[in-house]
């Protein structure tokens, strides 16, 4: 057998054996998106202000650690508790997955301890709000740094020409995976009669098939992702604490100025997709006065076309570059909010419109952003710079929240509160423009595609 041939044949099975990684890749998307979405966006939120208010006190108020607080506002301040939970942990556990080269037995722990804790979400009833809002700290943690060393394996199993279209596969595999099981836990919700169960079982069944359904399909990737040798630690390197660990990878960064300049520019516009998917809803019912079916509705409506935008923002992007897909979808973005400031009260139509817009261009955002930023990553830092990637996305987007409700405050209206989020588009763009992406790729040490 010649030399030639021998070359042929290892190329192929490195492709064969890539493929299959990355199809493994696409299944952790598969398995962990229907906590954000049938948990977070839809079921846990109402039903655990419901439950606090059955523990609340006649002021309306429970009383955790000892501290008062309105029972309508425990899901909130639980948020925020497990984001503080999640900055700490990530940058450990990214520093750990570097430093060890074993990603895979820590990305098994953390999925599958939020799993668990979703999965046990289906025992609140009553007045058990103190165990919902502790199991919802460390589902959160655990989804947070599950994706920190589920993204660092991004420049590992992909080249630089094919990350943008495997990162939006990812994508477009969880959006998928939210708009089938959203489905099904809104035929079991809205028909509890008929399946002779309470409306309170129905939440609770839904709530902990979707820990069910994350435990079941991380099995393949965990069967299908390899661990890499990790390059030998440094003598005496110490091991740092979260917030230390955080403040080294960022002290790192400085010597990649542009890598940095994106994580800026991502943070801006970041901020405002996740205050446009948080604050939907409340600008749908406050503002618009619709029920909460056609909220419901536009919700999966979202999750299918992000599937389609997902794809089909991966396919320009092989044609236009990362980049310039990214900037064309921040103006759509634009376009998108700015008419929804116009939508008239009362006409579901218009606002399912306004839904199919940020459906279209939500999944492309993200899939893009993440392929983007994995050719600005030194190797051998991926889960390192991942952890400060997942606190951009997951850990820093309060500005929005505040910037929204801040509006509404002074002005009194909820269209003058959802225009506000322009400015984080504008801006965002703005700051994308600036980085030099093929320099920051080459300044990574990293080659430098074609097309970014």
């Known amino acids: 057998m010649g030399t030639d041939t021998v070359k042929t044949a290892a190329a192929a099975d490195d492709t064969a054996e890539r493929r299959r990684e990355q199809r493994g890749w696409y299944f ?8 954000s979405t049938s948990v977070l966006t839809v079921f846990l939120g109402p039903y655990l202000t419901e439950i606090a208010k059955a523990a609340a006190d006649p002021d309306g108020y429970v009383h955790p650690l000892g501290i008062p607080v309105r029972a309508g506002s425990f899901f909130a301040y639980t948020v925020s508790a497990s ?4 900055v700490f942990v990530m940058p450990m556990a990214g520093a750990a997955a570097d430093r060890t080269g074993r990603k895979k037995p820590l990305l098994a722990v953390a999925a599958y301890l939020g799993a668990a804790a979703t999965a046990c ?4 009833d009553g007045e058990r709000y103190l165990l919902g809002g502790f199991l919802l700290i460390v589902a959160n943690a655990s989804l ?27 994508w477009a595999f969880g959006y998928a995976a939210g708009a089938l099981v959203l489905v099904a836990n809104l035929v079991l919700f809205l028909a509890h009669d008929s399946f002779g169960v309470s409306e309170s079982t129905a939440v609770r069944i839904c709530l902990a098939s979707a ?7 991380t099995l393949v990737p965990l069967k299908r992702l390899r661990d890499r040798r990790a390059a030998p630690p440094e003598a005496g390197a110490p091991s740092r604490g979260g917030w230390r660990q ?9 010597r990649h100025p542009h890598t940095l300049a994106f994580l800026l520019a991502y943070l801006v516009y970041n901020d405002g997709v996740q205050t446009v998917i948080s604050q939907a809803s409340v600008f749908g019912s406050e503002e618009l006065g619709l029920d909460q079916s056609t909220l419901i509705v536009a919700v999966l409506l979202v999750q299918l076309l992000a599937v389609a935008g997902a794809l089909a923002m991966g396919r320009l992007a092989r044609t236009y570059g990362a980049k310039r897909t990214i900037l064309g979808s921040l103006v759509a973005w634009t376009v998108t909010i700015g008419a929804g400031y116009f939508l008239p009260a009362g006409a579901p139509v218009w606002f399912f419109v306004l839904a199919a817009g940020i459906g279209l261009v939500l999944g492309g955002t993200q899939a893009l952003s993440r392929s983007l930023f994995s050719h600005l990553v030194p190797r051998g830092k991926e889960a390192e710079y991942f952890s400060a990637y997942e606190i951009s996305d997951r850990g820093m987007a309060w500005l929005g929240p505040l910037i929204f409700g801040l509006t509404y405050q002074l002005t009194g209206s909820y269209r003058d509160a959802i225009g506000s989020l322009v400015a984080f588009f504008l801006l965002g763009f703005v700051l994308l423009v600036r980085v030099p992406v093929r320099r920051a790729v080459h300044d990574a040490g990293n080659p430098v595609p074609r097309r970014i």
């Open 144 to 170: 947070a740094v599950s994706m920190v060393l589920y993204n660092s394996y991004l420049p590992q199993i992909a080249p630089p020409e094919e990350r943008d279209a495997v990162s939006s596969r990812g």
């Open 211 to 217: 820990g069910v359904w994350w435990g079941a399909f």
């Open 28 to 35: 952790y998307d598969w398995a962990c998106s229907v906590y």
């Open 121 to 124: 979400m289906f025992f609140l």
């Open 246 to 254: 955080l403040r080294s990878t960022v002290r790192d960064m400085r």
């Open 83 to 86: 984001v503080l939970v999640s």
